[in-house]
C-alpha cells in the first residue's frame, strides 16, 4: 500500500509539473495572438485595394492588346508551391494540416518546386527529396524585410514555373483556423470591364512595379495569417491540455484519498488485532 501511495503522489507532482508549463504556454499564446492581430488586421487592407487598381490596369492594357506576364501568365508548365508552416509544435492539427495540404498539391502536380518556411515543413519535405528552391527559419515575428525576401524568391522562381501558390493557414478567428491554397503568380486579378486610364509613366512599367507591390504586401499578409492562426491554434491546444491534467488531477486526487484511508483503515486493523491478542494472553 505504501508503494502504491508513493506512485500515486508522484503521478500527482508529474501532472502538476505538465499543467505549469502548459498555462504558462496558453499565457504566452493568448499574448501573442493579441500582439498579431494589431499587425494582421492593418495588413490586410493593402493587398485588397491594390488589386481593384490592377484590375482596372490590366482590363485597360487588354483593351490596348498589351499583355503582362505577371498578370496574364508566362505560358511555362511546371509550378511552385510557398508552403508556411510552424518552426515550434504543441500546436494542434496545425502542423499536419499544412503539410497535409501541401501533399495534396504534390501529389497532383508532381513537378512542383518549393519554398518552405518553418521548420516543421522543412523537416517534413527534406525525408522526401522534393525539389526545395529556398528555405526559411525562426519568422517568429513576421516583418517586411523577411517578406520583402520572399517575395524576390517567389518572382524569381516565376521566371521558371507558370505558377506560384502558396500554403497557410487563415486566420478567420480566435477558434477558426483555416488551411487555404491560392495562386500568388501570375496575380489572381478580378475582371472588370475596362475604363479609359491615363497613365504616368508607361502602362507597361506601372504595371511591374504595383504588381511586384502587390506580391510584396499579400505575402507580407500571409505570414501574419499563418502566425496568427499558429499562435491561436498553440492556445487551444494549451488550454486543452490544462483542463485534461486538472481532469486527471482530479481523479488521481480522489485515487490517492482512497488508498490513504485504505491504509490508515489496515494500521488501525493490525494496531487492534494486536491489542486482542495481547488481551487473550493476559
Known amino acids: ?114 519554398i518552405l518556411v518553418g521548420d516543421k515543413a522543412i523537416r517534413f519535405f527534406a525525408r522526401e527529396r522534393w525539389p526545395i528552391v529556398a528555405t526559411h527559419r525562426r519568422l517568429e515575428r513576421p516583418r517586411l524585410s523577411q517578406a520583402r525576401a520572399l517575395a524576390e524568391e517567389a518572382l524569381a522562381l516565376y521566371q521558371e514555373v507558370g505558377e506560384v501558390h502558396a500554403v497557410y493557414t487563415e486566420f478567420r478567428g480566435e477558434l477558426i483556423q483555416r488551411v487555404r491554397v491560392e495562386r500568388l503568380l501570375p496575380l489572381p486579378i478580378p475582371e472588370r470591364p475596362a475604363r479609359e486610364l491615363l497613365s504616368e509613366p508607361d502602362l507597361t512599367a506601372i504595371i511591374e512595379e504595383l504588381s511586384r507591390t502587390w506580391v510584396l504586401g499579400r505575402l507580407y499578409q500571409i505570414l501574419l495569417e499563418a502566425k496568427t492562426a499558429e499562435h491561436a491554434a498553440r492556445r487551444q491546444a494549451m488550454k486543452t491540455a490544462t483542463d485534461n491534467a486538472d481532469e486527471i488531477l482530479e481523479k488521481l486526487t480522489i485515487q490517492y484519498n482512497k488508498a490513504r484511508q485504505q491504509s490508515i483503515t489496515l494500521e488501525l486493523m493490525d494496531i487492534m488485532g494486536g491489542a486482542e491478542a495481547i488481551r487473550e494472553e493476559l
Open 1 to 114: 500500500m505504501a508503494k502504491k501511495l508513493r506512485q500515486l503522489r508522484r503521478r500527482i507532482r508529474n501532472i502538476q509539473h505538465i499543467r505549469q508549463i502548459a498555462k504558462a504556454m496558453y499565457t504566452i499564446a493568448s499574448t501573442q495572438v493579441i500582439q498579431r492581430k494589431k499587425e494582421l488586421l492593418p495588413a490586410r487592407a493593402f493587398p485588397e485595394a491594390a488589386a481593384w487598381v490592377l484590375a482596372d490596369l490590366k482590363a485597360w492594357a487588354k483593351a490596348n492588346f498589351l499583355a503582362h506576364p505577371l498578370l496574364d501568365g508566362n505560358n511555362l508548365p511546371q509550378k511552385g508551391l510557398l508552403v508556411i508552416n510552424a518552426d515550434r509544435g504543441l500546436c494542434g492539427r496545425y502542423v499536419a494540416e499544412v503539410n497535409q495540404a501541401a501533399l495534396r498539391f504534390l501529389s497532383a502536380h508532381p513537378e512542383t518546386k518549393l
